[in-house]
Every structure is written in C-alpha cells, then in structure tokens.
C-alpha cells in the first residue's frame, strides 16, 4: 500500500495497461477503436450529483481528492479507454486575478468582465502557474496514482480566444457580440490578451504533463462565432503557438512528447489549418462528415469525434446503428470515438454505456475485416 505522501508526487506511476488511446492518437494500429466522452465527469451521474450536492463549484475545482474523485467516476461504470481530469477552463481567467462564480441556473459569471483595453491593467501580468493553479497539477498527480494505469489521463486547457471571449462577455453568449467587438475596434489589445493568454496555458499544459497527464486537449469552443478571416488572425496563430512551444519545452526539459488534442468547436471551416498546427488529433463536432473530415485533414492528423450529443437520446439498438454508421465513415485507424460535444445533464448513463460498447464492437470487427 502506498503512503500518502507517495500520491502527491509525480513519480513511480503505476504501468499503464490500457495505451489504445495513445496509439490511435499517433495514428498507430490498434485492436478497437479508443472511446472517451467530453463531460464524461458530469451531471449526468447521479454519483456526480451526489458528491457536488451544496458545493461550490470551483471550491470543488481546488480539491485534488474531490477532482480525483469525479475524474473516477465514469470509468467506474464504463470500459472507457481515457479518463480526463475534472476541471474547468475558466481556471486560467482566474489566475489572472479575475473573479468568477458559478451560478446555479446561469453558468459562470464573471463578476467584473473586461469592458475596455484599460480593463487589462487589472489583470496580472505575470502569472505564477504553480501557485495559482497548482491544486489543478495535484488533481492530476493523485489521479495518476489512483487509476492504478487502467487508462491514459488528460489534461486540457481552454484556448485563448474561447477564454478572452469569456473574460469580455462575462459568461456565456450566444453571439460573442463583446468580444468580437473588441476584435474589430481593439485589435492590438485583443492581441496583447491573447498572447497573455497563451503564455499562462503554455506553462499551465506544461504543469500538467508533468504532474502526470498523459495527453492534452485545447478547447476552442467558440471557434463557431469566428469566420475564417477572424480565425486566422486572432485563434489560429495562438493555438499553433501553444503546441510548438509545449512541445519544445518538453523536450527541453527531457519529458516525453504527449499527444495534444486540438477541438474547435463549429471550425470546421479551418479543418486544414487545424491538422497543420502541429496537434496530433483535431477533434470534430458532429456538423462535419467523418468522410470529408479526413479528405480535408488528408490523413495528416489523427481525429476525434463526432458523435451528436442527441443521438443518446435514441433507443439503444439506435445508438449502435448511429455508432457503426460512424466507425465506418472513419476507419479504424488514427481514430479516437467520442461525442461532437460534452454530455447533457438529463442523459441517461446507460445510454452512455451503450455507446462505449458499441464503439468497442463495431470496431473491433471492422478491425478484423481490414
């Protein structure tokens, strides 16, 4: 039995058993397709919903036993073949100096959101990553010991532009409206924040390898409300920033390369962009065809998707017809299942379940015939 002490730090891992996921994320042969959901930790889970019941929600993201914990819970009940850490994008935001709630009903508030350029006076200039997020690195550690190497963990961080939008509009928005203001009317400030962004997620992905993660996800969920000029002036070069300069620093610092997962949510408009910027896996919503998908991409890049949230909605029998339909579309190599998005509140988790054995089915015949 280990001793305490031994959980909290980032050494003597247990072997991993379960590398399916990072073989299909270097596009390497494997006997099934790998198989995770975003918000696989989540609400869904009446055990989720138990162990967060009258708990602030980001009081919960400092704990690294209550992270560990829900990190946990899924693979519990599901053969799935990744775990990622639970956490929040907006951790960033705050170890910026910016203060955000969770409000019941709402989402994240942030209680003063920047409204003008001056507004970046505010924020700190030089962010310490191991004391402000150091408690996101012991989620990681700890949970690296506990899943005893059944499966690989994640790590992720929000993009830039996803997390300036946040910062500006105060919460969620439909229509970016804010942010995107400031892109038209500030853009030498939207510049200086976003590169203020990517230098903290930088060394924040960089904590997290080394604390134990053994992969990594930048989330671009607003990439939809930018069109491909935008894109490819205020999003594109800070998230190919991120991965040259992870990856360099790993190697620097003699750490092992981890393959890093690039998700820009409705960008399918910049697919090729994405699969040349230097991420090993372009993970897809559900609004693009597997098929076209991987002409676009040219086979360059691994992906990852794309399963509507909603088809879990359907009868079992139906999610394995949704499932099979998909696997063929992508092939079996340098794929990785999951959904086109995180999984709803009012999900059922056999349904879930019923999604995880159908990817491992399906693909494992199709593997078989190729």
Not at 15 to 24: P, Y
Not at 83 to 92: E, P, R, T, Y
Not at 148 to 158: D, T
Not at 291 to 297: G, N
Request: net charge negative.
């Amino acid at each position: 039995i280990m001793d305490k002490d031994n959980l909290i730090l980032p050494k003597d891992f247990p072997e991993l058993t379960n590398d399916t996921f990072l073989r299909a994320a270097h596009g390497e042969e494997v006997e099934h397709v790998p198989v995770w959901c975003m918000r696989q930790a989540g609400r869904y889970l009446p055990e989720f919903r138990e162990s967060r019941a009258g708990k602030d929600f980001f009081e919960t993201c400092r704990s690294p036993e209550a992270c560990c914990e829900l990190t946990l819970q899924p693979l519990r009940r599901f053969p799935l073949d990744a775990a990622i850490i639970f956490s929040d994008i907006l951790v960033v935001p705050q170890a910026l100096g910016m203060d955000v709630q969770m409000t019941p009903g709402k989402g994240p508030t942030f209680q003063e959101p920047l409204k003008e350029p001056e507004d970046l006076q505010r924020l700190r200039a030089k962010v310490d990553v191991d004391a402000e997020l150091g408690y996101v690195f012991r989620a990681i550690t700890l949970t690296r010991h506990k899943l005893e190497g059944k499966v690989p963990l994640i790590g992720f961080s929000g993009a830039p532009w996803t997390l300036m939008s946040y910062m500006i509009e105060g919460g969620g928005s439909v229509t970016q409206s804010k942010a995107k203001r400031w892109l038209y009317r500030h853009p030498e400030a939207s510049h200086r924040l976003l590169q203020l962004l990517t230098d903290v997620i930088v060394e924040y992905l960089l904590g997290q390898v080394k604390a134990g993660a053994q992969a990594l996800q930048v989330f671009e969920s607003h990439a939809g409300c930018l069109g491909p000029v935008q894109f490819k002036e205020f999003a594109l070069p800070y998230l190919r920033d991120i991965a040259m300069r992870v990856k360099g620093k790993l190697k620097e610092s003699g750490l092992d390369n981890v393959p890093m997962i690039v998700f820009a949510k409705d960008g399918h408009y910049a697919l090729e962009d994405l699969s040349q910027s230097y991420y090993e896996v372009v993970g897809l919503d559900w609004t693009i065809d597997p098929c076209l998908a991987r002409k676009r991409t040219g086979g360059s890049v691994s992906l990852q998707g794309n399963m509507d949230p909603c088809a879990l909605y359907a009868t079992k029998e139906r999610i394995s017809e949704i499932v099979k339909r998909m696997v063929e579309a992508f092939g079996t190599r340098g794929y990785i299942a999951n959904l086109g998005h995180g999984l709803y509140p009012d999900m059922d988790p056999e349904s879930v379940g019923a999604f995880v054995d159908a990817v491992h089915t399906h693909s494992r015949q199709l593997a078989k015939r190729v």
